[in-house]
C-alpha cells in the first residue's frame, strides 16, 4: 500500500484537493481509502438512534451495518488517541491511503499551503513533507512545488515519486 499525507493549516485546502484526487486515483483503476484526523470530540452517531443508545449504556465498539455500508465507533473511554499506525492496520488492503491531518506524525506528506490563511509553511520544519501545493511557489521554500490547480499532475506526482523523507 502506498501511503500520503495532506497536511496544511486549517482553512488551506485539504479537503477540497482530496475530493478531486480521490476520483482521479479511482479513475486511473486505483482502490483508495482515506483516514482522517479529527481535532474536536466528533460524533457519527445520532442521538436517539439505537447505537448510541448502546454507546451510551457503555459499550466499547458498535458495528452498524446495511447492505450498503457498515461504521465501527470505537469509544476510547480515556485510552490514549490511537497512532496513525494503528490506524492503517484497521484498513482492508488497498492501493492508496490518504491521510488528512496528522500534520505532525512521520509519514509523507504534501503540504498544502495558502498564503492568505496567514501561517508559516510547514516543510521547513518537516522532512516528511515531498512537496508543497500552493497557488503559487511560496518564496525561499525548496521543496518541490506543485500547482494546487492541477490536480492531475499532483496525482502523477504522487504516485511516481519516492515517498521518503528529504535529507
Known amino acids: 500500500m502506498r501511503l500520503i499525507g495532506l497536511a496544511g493549516w486549517s482553512g488551506s485546502g485539504k479537503t477540497t484537493l482530496l475530493a ?4 482521479i486515483m ?3 483503476g486505483l482502490t483508495v481509502s482515506t483516514i482522517k484526523h479529527a ?12 447505537s448510541w443508545i448502546h454507546r451510551q449504556a457503555g459499550a466499547t465498539e458498535v458495528l452498524v451495518a446495511s447492505d450498503c455500508r457498515f461504521a465501527l465507533m470505537h469509544e476510547l ?3 490514549p488517541e490511537p497512532a496513525l499506525s494503528d490506524l492503517i492496520d484497521k484498513l482492508s488492503p488497498v492501493d ?11 509519514h509523507p506528506k504534501i503540504e ?3 498564503p492568505e490563511v496567514g501561517k508559516p509553511t510547514l516543510c521547513q520544519d518537516d522532512p516528511w513533507i515531498v512537496a508543497v501545493a500552493s497557488p503559487s511557489r511560496p518564496e525561499g ?5 506543485l500547482a494546487l490547480d492541477a ?6 506526482f504522487i504516485l511516481a515519486a519516492p515517498l521518503t523523507p528529504r535529507d
Open 20 to 23: 478531486k484526487l480521490i476520483p
Open 26 to 28: 479511482t479513475g486511473r
Open 39 to 50: 481535532h474536536h470530540a466528533f460524533d457519527i452517531d445520532k442521538p436517539g438512534k439505537d
Open 77 to 79: 473511554r480515556g485510552e
Open 96 to 106: 492508496l491511503i490518504f491521510v488528512e491531518g496528522f500534520k505532525r506524525d512521520p
Open 112 to 114: 498544502i499551503f495558502r
Open 141 to 145: 521554500v525548496a521543496t518541490p512545488w
Open 151 to 156: 490536480p492531475e499532475l499532483i496525482a502523477d
